[in-house]
């Protein structure tokens, strides 16, 4: 796991060289949906709609209304002289017409109407390939769902780094989000803020959807190769007889550790594993049985690897801490929260935040301080060997590599010339 933050801190140094497929050249713009915004409750301002007037027979009024930050649906249907009732029956007319109600800043509402101002049809995009249509004839709905025929495209590309992954990824035509599904399957074996060095090398195979023949949006990678310091570590997207989609190595190997390396998207490193280390405050030498990372307040901490919550608590010297007791003897620490998001007895997964980044307690700075301890044993949490994830089992790895080894033979034709050039 590994969250943008967390590269931002090398990745946007400088421009970099990179050889690139021509086709990932051409680009469209990615579109932006803001879907951690829904629609508020309070307040309904004055909103401006367009209105195209009498069209055709002049039997019916078509408005396009683009909704605002702070406008709900109640106040777009009494702006347009619709009744709150026949809003509240849409909305809980069947499964279909309750997507009306997630719409968001910047979604469109399409609506006709009599000349008389009253409604006929309702259309909004419900998601990038759906559009939610809802007919109103005589007091009587109904409602369809029309799906957009959606077309993928299987891209390459490559790139050399010099100093910054995002220019390198920039330069050979990905966007920020395909950068960082690039880092993300490769995070539990490089660390792409200590570790990245110039003249590291990526390639890959990966999706572009389309829809109705335009650019829409990227869609996941399904093979990929890094060189970190002259190490090649490669991966394929892979969906087991279960239906679950992952990241395997050639040999089946989970690329998905049991525990992450590092469990927020952190700047820098500001005090190391040291069992010499003197204390900042008290002045006095105690060993530092973890490490601590450095990050603004608020940033989400998330729990390393699944397990259940021993401690959720506050006292002087902590500030907000949780503990986290794992399998196979397992404990992870986590100290100076600004806020706790789990309580005691709690069961928490990979990847789930929390808490969030604070300077609670005994600390001089905001920072998270992260300890990981082995059978009562305290570890470096950087170079400790971390637990690995189930390999594929070996009846599904003849399929799996019939599967990959196309693609990983694309992706070997695809370095060759970078290696050449480097």
Do not use: C
Request: hydrophobic share 35%; charged share 20%.
């Amino acid at each position: 796991m590994l969250g943008l933050m967390a590269i931002l801190f090398v990745l946007f140094a400088v421009s970099d060289i990179v050889s690139v497929d021509a086709d990932a050249h051409t680009r469209s713009q990615l579109p932006v949906f803001n879907q951690s915004q829904l629609l508020a409750i309070p307040s309904t301002p004055l909103m401006s709609f367009a209105e195209s007037g009498l069209v055709g027979s002049e039997q019916f009024v078509y408005k396009t209304v683009t909704v605002k930050k702070g406008q709900t649906l109640s106040g777009i249907f009494t702006d347009l002289g619709l009744s709150q009732s026949l809003l509240l029956k849409i909305a809980h007319f069947n499964e279909d017409s309750k997507k009306l109600v997630k719409v968001m800043p910047g979604n469109d509402l399409h609506f006709t109407l009599t000349p008389s101002g009253e409604l006929t049809q309702l259309r909004y995009q419900a998601s990038a390939f759906e559009e939610l249509v809802i007919n109103n004839d005589m007091d009587q709905l109904s409602t369809e769902l029309v799906t957009h025929e959606q077309q993928i495209t299987l891209v390459t590309a490559e790139g050399t780094i010099n100093n910054s992954l995002f220019g390198a990824g920039k330069a050979a035509g990905l966007t920020d989000s395909m950068v960082m599904q690039l880092a993300n399957i490769f995070s539990w074996d490089i660390d792409f803020v200590l570790e990245i060095r110039a003249g590291d090398t990526f390639s890959l195979i990966y999706e572009k959807v389309y829809k109705d023949g335009e650019y829409l949006t990227d869609g996941k990678i399904l093979a990929a190769s890094f060189t970190n310091q002259g190490t090649t570590y490669e991966a394929v997207y892979y969906a087991t007889p279960e239906g679950d989609g992952s990241y395997f190595a050639p040999d089946g190997r989970a690329m998905k550790k049991a525990f992450l390396r590092a469990p927020l998207n952190f700047s820098y490193i500001s005090s190391n594993f040291n069992p010499n280390r003197k204390h900042p405050i008290t002045k006095r030498v105690k060993a530092h049985r973890g490490i601590d990372y450095s990050a603004p307040t608020g940033t989400p901490v998330y729990a390393a690897g699944g397990g259940r919550v021993t401690q959720s608590a506050y006292n002087k010297y902590n500030g907000n801490y949780v503990f986290i007791q794992h399998p196979n003897g397992i404990i992870t620490k986590y100290l100076h929260f600004s806020k706790r998001a789990v309580k005691k007895g709690q069961r928490v997964k990979q990847g789930q935040t929390i808490g969030y980044v604070g300077s609670t307690g005994l600390s001089t700075a905001p920072h998270l301080h992260y300890e990981f301890i082995y059978n009562g044993v305290h570890r470096n949490p950087r170079t400790v060997s971390l637990p690995k994830s189930k390999p594929l089992p070996s009846a599904e790895m003849a399929e799996f590599q019939t599967y990959a080894n196309p693609l990983l033979t694309r992706l070997s034709d695809l370095k060759t010339p970078l290696l050449a050039q480097n």
